[in-house]
């Protein structure tokens, strides 16, 4: 609306944020890219007539609008899109108030966890308090200001609830910094009451003009530099565990050459995998509790570990029990002093990518010994055929198995392809086995592990690459949490590629229950064995047979195609016909239950009963004691 002052435009608080979001910009290394890409939104009472009329006004050509089925998978989406544009640009998600703000605090939760940047806008109660309560409010006796919205306080790195029009400037403003900073990022929250949204006032025309977030590469410190570089040089058994610092500060060349020029091997974080190719010389391959047998046997007599851009998470560490050798340091390279300062390391904090190319110059004319190159070549080798047998399938008639899907996928996808999986046995098999052929290639979120990523994390990937085919992985535990956004890839247009692998039931955890004396309790779908609900005993629960679920029909209710395979042969032409379509495809597989993937090289702790009356939990707690003696504190 005009204004009588050329300088202030008169909008509502809704009108003025997405008028102000659509002129942010980031730049890195020359490149400048939108910060605020889109915005998904479900529409309820409390944003239809705010954010809802706002967009509408707005156009398309300002603020791209994408229509969502549940607030949860809107955030998986707005992630995924984060992840493949390396943190440099992302989405916003608008919701309603009460279950459908709330839904947003798994994604959350993800995001933070993850370190990506994410623009939550939740609808919020009146500020006005007109009526009280309203439609979905939650009323506390001794704290009226509470709002379910404070549920996403712990898992945002900002927080604001905008109560005036005016607060909206000094938050927006911050929100774009935590969003940009790669230190600080995460989740970012906006509360935004109804009646607040709908509110008008005058703006200040610099609040609309273009502003560019510059986000910086730190280079280390010189005095911890030249620390790190000595400790590297005086090293006999050094290691790089590579993590997501590397793909983020788009480091995967200076990683390379740091490896090329010393010989350092290099083992990779589930989100570092990718780091460097799979067929790289010193690329060992997944490390930790779902590691390959060569980076674990590597991590368990390094004597100096050098990380890079990793949280060290427990299936990492295997729970503190991989790095075994006495004396064991680490070197640590992040751009946040938090990740740095773990497992009492000397710390560089600073861009991976700056940090890397730093040691690569200090490290100068400085090789590993030669013994340690073969030895762990040799390793490399001899990993590489255990590969090979996973993938391998004497009988292309036969039903395969989890490892053998994957190896038909492996021999269907190009170089710039996407694999995206989070949770259930997949992740295990992906991080032993997959061949990871270019950066961006291997999408495994398991900071979170959250079931029911994968789908709409599929459909962000495929809005911010849409030339790349795109492969969501799924169990049929984690397709049934959340299919809907198939609903979504249909009406955009956007050509995913699921593969759903039905083994009837939760295997993963049907596994860890079995090691941990949970003798599979609770993890099949499978009828009751029972004709009372009411008996006494559990024994036989859930232990019938195979429930009469359709997986694949209900992907093709949603608008999916979907081609089922039963063989081997028909899992491989299947693959390759949906990697040909422009249409979202599903690639419907039930496996074959038999464990076909190599065993865990490394612990997890999952503590088991200490007393029980079963003899499963008493044999697990026995093996549980032995592992844990193993556990130490790096001081």
């Not at 010389?281 to 390959?292: E, Q, R, S, Y």
């Not at 680490?330 to 990740?339: G, W």
Request: proline residues 6%; hydrophobic residues 40%; glycine residues 10%.
């Amino acid at each position: 609306m005009s204004h009588p002052n050329p300088s202030v435009r008169r909008l509502t608080v809704a009108q003025a944020l997405v008028r102000f979001l659509s002129a942010q910009y980031t730049e890195r290394d020359g490149a400048r890219h939108r910060l605020i890409a889109g915005t998904w939104g479900i529409f309820g009472h409390g944003n239809v007539a705010g954010l809802g009329q706002a967009l509408l006004e707005a156009g398309e050509g300002t603020m791209p609008f994408h229509q969502g089925r549940n607030e949860q998978a809107m955030v998986h989406a707005a992630v995924g899109y984060a992840r493949r544009r390396n943190r440099l640009s992302t989405q916003a998600v608008t919701t309603s108030i009460g279950p459908g703000a709330t839904n947003l605090v798994t994604g959350a939760a993800l995001a933070t966890v993850n370190r990506l940047p994410v623009l939550l806008l939740p609808g919020d109660y009146f500020a006005t308090r007109p009526a009280d309560p309203l439609l979905q409010q939650l009323e506390h006796p001794v704290e009226a200001d509470v709002s379910v919205n404070d549920t996403l306080r712990p898992v945002s790195r900002f927080f604001d609830r905008i109560t005036r029009p005016e607060m909206l400037i000094p938050s927006a403003l911050q929100a774009m910094r935590v969003l940009s900073d790669p230190a600080e990022t995460g989740a970012v929250t906006l509360a935004l009451p109804q009646d607040v949204q709908a509110e008008a006032f005058d703006w200040p025309e610099e609040f609309f003009a273009e502003r560019v977030w510059r986000v910086r590469r730190p280079v280390p410190d010189p005095v911890e530099l030249t620390a790190a570089v000595r400790a590297v040089r005086a090293a006999g058994r050094p290691l790089i565990v590579a993590g997501g610092g590397v793909h983020h500060s788009e480091a995967e060349e200076a990683l390379r050459a740091l490896a090329e020029a010393t010989g350092i091997p290099v083992a990779s974080t589930q989100a570092g995998k990718g780091s460097l190719r799979h067929d790289h010389p010193a690329d060992l391959g997944g490390v930790g509790h779902t590691g390959t047998a060569v980076a674990d046997a590597i991590a368990r007599t390094a004597d100096l570990v050098i990380g890079v851009g990793t949280r060290y998470s427990d299936f990492t560490t295997a729970s503190r029990t991989l790095f075994q050798r006495p004396g064991v340091r680490f070197v640590n390279l992040n751009i946040t002093a938090f990740d740095a300062h773990k497992l009492a390391a000397r710390t560089l904090v600073a861009d991976a990518r700056m940090g890397l190319a730093a040691l690569a110059e200090g490290l100068s004319g400085h090789r590993v010994g030669k013994a340690y190159e073969a030895e762990y070549r040799a390793g490399k080798e001899r990993w590489e055929r255990v590969v090979e047998a996973a993938y391998r399938a004497e009988d292309e008639n036969a039903v395969p198995t989890q490892t053998q899907v994957l190896g038909a996928l492996d021999s269907v996808v190009g170089d710039d392809d996407v694999v995206i999986n989070a949770a259930g046995s997949l992740p295990g098999d992906l991080h032993k086995l997959w061949r990871a052929r270019s950066p961006h290639q291997y999408h495994v979120e398991y900071g979170y592990s959250c079931m029911g990523y994968e789908i709409p994390a599929g459909i962000g990937v495929q809005q911010a690459a849409p030339d790349t085919p795109v492969w969501s992985l799924v169990g049929d535990g984690t397709y049934l949490m959340m299919p809907t956004e198939i609903v979504t890839a249909v009406q955009e247009g956007l050509p995913v590629n699921l593969v759903l692998i039905q083994n009837h039931g939760y295997a993963s955890i049907g596994g860890l229950s079995e090691e941990t004396g949970g003798e599979r309790f609770g993890t099949a779908y499978r009828y009751r064995t029972w004709g009372s609900p009411r008996t006494k005993s559990g024994e036989g629960t859930f232990t019938g047979a195979p429930l009469p679920v359709d997986l694949a029909a209900n992907a093709a209710s949603l608008g999916m195609d979907v081609l089922r395979a039963k063989t081997v042969g028909e899992v491989r032409e299947a693959l390759a016909a949906a990697r040909a379509s422009d249409r979202p495809t599903c690639v419907y597989v039930e496996t074959d239950p038999a464990p076909a993937a190599p065993p865990a090289e490394a612990w997890w702790d999952v503590p088991v009963a200490e007393v029980a009356t079963r003899e499963a939990a008493r044999a697990a707690r026995e093996r549980y004691d032995r592992h844990v003696a193993g556990r130490r504190h790096h001081l």
